[in-house]
């Protein structure tokens, strides 16, 4: 199982840009890398998901490197209402057990 | 679409007692998963299926039992309910292995 380590906590700024790098150095060929969000006292939400390279959607940027061991979640202008957990999890067609880790607690003061 | 609905939203046990938090999902989603969450915790998984008819376990699945009879439903069931098994209970369900998973509400779980 491929193995994930985030910061436990971030602290950012309104209208900053905020990147959360997530480490997975045994990451399997298949798998694919997928960040989501979590706000208290709700299921997890999907925001991003990639393979390699740069994967950009409306909310957010996923930067990977060529040996994907890692990889950068990118919040650009973050808002009060972006503070959540964030999660990271590496997982692909011949992984059936994908596993969140402890997250990264991001609070954007005023 | 309703996505995925979790029922009950909330309910307190005696230990000892069993129960069944139920889960469903209109997506036509083969795979789907049992996630608990403790406080200040992320997600662990309980058990998942791969379609009707065949599941396996995650990670924590002592105490709980699954059966998926229909691609819709996929229900956990307690047998003897511990205060160890107190937390929230998310059920998720994704198109494919490794795609975006769709979370439902929770069931926060309370055993005396």
């Known amino acids: 199982l491929a193995k994930t380590t985030q910061p436990i906590s971030m602290d950012s700024y309104e209208g900053q840009e905020v990147n959360i790098t997530c480490s997975h150095n045994?990451?399997?060929?298949?798998?694919?890398i997928t960040w989501y969000q979590q706000f208290p006292s709700q299921g997890p939400r999907f925001i991003i998901q990639?393979?390699?390279t740069k994967v950009t959607n409306e909310v957010a940027s996923l930067f990977i490197p060529a040996d994907r061991k890692s990889s950068t979640l990118s919040l650009p202008r973050v808002s009060l209402s972006d503070t959540a957990v964030y999660y990271c999890?590496?997982?692909?067609?011949?992984?059936?057990?994908?596993?969140f880790g402890a997250g990264t607690r991001l609070t954007v003061k005023p | 679409n309703a996505g995925v609905t979790q029922t009950p939203k909330f309910q307190v046990l005696k230990t000892g007692q069993s129960m069944t938090l139920q889960c469903a999902q209109d997506?036509?989603?083969?795979?789907m998963s049992w996630y608990r969450q403790d406080p200040g915790m992320g997600l662990r998984l309980i058990h998942y299926?791969?379609?009707?008819?065949?599941?396996d376990q995650g990670e924590v699945p002592n105490g709980y039992n699954v059966s998926r009879s229909t691609t819709e439903d996929f229900p956990l069931r307690l047998l003897s309910a511990a205060p160890s098994q107190t937390s929230v209970y998310f059920c998720?369900?994704?198109?494919?292995?490794?795609?975006?998973?769709?979370f439902g509400p929770g069931t926060r779980l309370t055993v005396l």
């Open positions: 999890l590496v997982g692909g067609y011949n992984n059936n057990d994908m596993r």
């Open positions: 045994n990451i399997a060929t298949n798998d694919y």
């Open positions: 990639g393979y390699k």
């Open positions: 997506m036509n989603h083969e795979y």
């Open positions: 299926s791969v379609g009707a008819g065949i599941t």
């Open positions: 998720a369900s994704m198109e494919q292995i490794g795609r975006e998973q769709f």
